[in-house]
């Protein structure tokens, strides 16, 4: 049970249809189950920076099969996870990463998305996992 | 001067279907003027461990303007460049990464591509090149 | 639209000079559009921790278009963009890094200054981005 | 006993000046007695992946106090220092690395030079060393 090829692109296209309509340049990337990037794309003029967040909270959202932002929550001070981004070569733990799963409701992939404030790109996360 | 996202979503539509008619799975990469990524593909059941070989394959090309596996043969044991690869992180050195230049005959990125024989990995990111 | 090495080393002799009123040594990186190094000098007896710091400033800088601090306003706990500094291989986001832009107003690189307080490291880099 | 920075802005300026009379376009780096970079430049137009050989052949040369071209004898298959390379974050082994020394003959820093064939590197720095 795994995102295809086609399933991710025609996700990106979902996305980046978002991200114009918010007025904003997005870096987005798509995992499969494996945690193993399928597809990316960095929109024109987007941040340099944002194409590592974009696949790290893509990561990170199949690495714990939640929102990126879940993990964030509990990763502060004092927090019960605090400082878990040190673990697999660095996660992301604001929101823009979330699972996306099948008809049936199995995780077969994430997606993650980063560019802009993090409620834009939680929105074009949002988007994208909504259109599986 | 630098390759925008839909020149390279052209390119890779390209060399999908050179791999397809090659009879091949592939990873595909395409690298901006200044070696950041744009666009990334992992066609399904491609290696996983191809992925990250695309990338290097298309930085290695743009940060010695060249196509990879030039490179590769003078690393050879006893030739000039030995042991270049330990250097930016890790390069791949093997055919599979290509400039990509404009009609001027600038260079405004790069490609790579792995997932099969250097011959087909070389002829996929080949068919990418020419389309420019 | 990149910077050329005679600029940035024009930009560097500015904050030299800045960082000589201020009584200050430091290190000074200029990286191109593409968050590229160009040039790099560390002043006699300026800190050695300083160098990467100086780097990563000016990187983190180019990689999200907005001076390193104002980032790192929003990474503290409980901010949106906690632990970004996880991302793209180490990001330094207090003071000290700044965009750089041509007279068109595009961002052609950035600089990144380190070796003293953040104030004055941030008054190093304003000398250098003004000087544009 | 260490290099200064206007010793090194100095040999910067010689090796540029090399370079441009060998018609090549150079990365160069110099490191201190602690192989930490002191000065750095990267001619326009030349190599990007350039920047990082630079360095390294200049640390290279100095981890070990002679030509990093000497090493690189050593380090091919069957010799003894076999894939030396693997250690200090990645050496360059290849000439173009040099160390500086100083009248009475201590060790003060090296010189490397990436951009160009490994003679032309090697030749740019020896222009840099000689002037010292």
Redesign the interface.
């Known amino acids: 049970m795994n995102i295809?090829?086609?399933q991710?692109?025609a996700l990106i296209e979902k996305a980046k249809s978002k991200a114009v309509e918010l007025d904003t340049k997005m870096n987005i990337s798509i995992v499969d189950a494996?945690a193993?990037?399928?597809?990316?794309?960095?929109?024109?003029g987007a941040?340099?920076?944002?194409?590592?967040?974009a696949l790290?909270k893509a990561k990170t959202a199949r690495f714990f099969d939640m929102p990126s932002g879940e993990i964030?929550k509990i990763?502060?001070?004092g927090e019960s996870l605090f400082?878990i981004?040190?673990s697999n070569g660095?996660?992301?733990?604001?929101p823009g990463g979330l699972p996306l799963k099948n008809k049936d409701g199995e995780i077969i992939g994430a997606v993650g998305v980063s560019g802009s404030?993090?409620e834009n790109d939680h929105a074009v996360a949002s988007a994208a996992a909504q259109a599986m």
């Open positions: 295809t090829l086609k991710a692109e494996g193993n990037q399928v597809a990316f794309v960095r929109m024109d941040w340099l920076g944002s194409a590592d967040i790290k964030g990763s502060q001070p400082n981004e040190h660095g996660l992301i733990t604001f404030t993090v």
